[in-house]
């Protein structure tokens, strides 16, 4: 079993920055495909960013492309998601992701196992 635990959330303005970060305990955290979803208010859960066991492959939403940049540090057990130029529209709560089929790496929810509780963005115009 993993636990997932994110930080780094907060408030900024349109243009700003933050990065995220998820510790992952309890696991072998190096052989999960690893992601970071989002969901806002009255919307779906979406799919932002996934990255292979040795973070040699990554994924990103088209809304995120040339803004976030998800990495892992598997020495220390640990996801980012470095997010740029945010913008009101990314404003949503973000939540990490463990898949155990670390070959079937993608951006979609059914295919992780193990959430953690979620960190919120807001994003002010």
């Known amino acids: 079993q993993v636990q997932l635990v994110e930080s780094g959330g907060g408030s900024v303005q349109a243009g700003g920055s933050l990065r995220l970060s998820c510790a992952a305990s309890g696991g072998t955290y190096s052989s999960y495909c690893m992601g970071w979803f989002r969901q806002a208010p009255g919307k779906e859960r979406e799919g932002v960013a996934a990255i292979t066991t040795g973070g040699g492959s990554t994924y990103y939403a088209d809304s995120v492309k040339g803004r976030f940049t998800i990495s892992r540090d598997n020495a220390k057990n640990t996801l980012y998601l470095q997010m740029n130029s945010l913008k009101p529209e990314d404003t949503a709560m973000y939540y990490c992701?463990?898949?155990?089929?670390?070959?079937?790496?993608?951006?979609?929810?059914?295919?992780?196992?193990?959430w953690g509780q979620g960190t919120q963005v807001t994003i002010s115009s």
């Open positions: 992701a463990a898949a155990r089929r670390s070959w079937l790496c993608a951006l979609s929810s059914g295919l992780f196992d193990y």
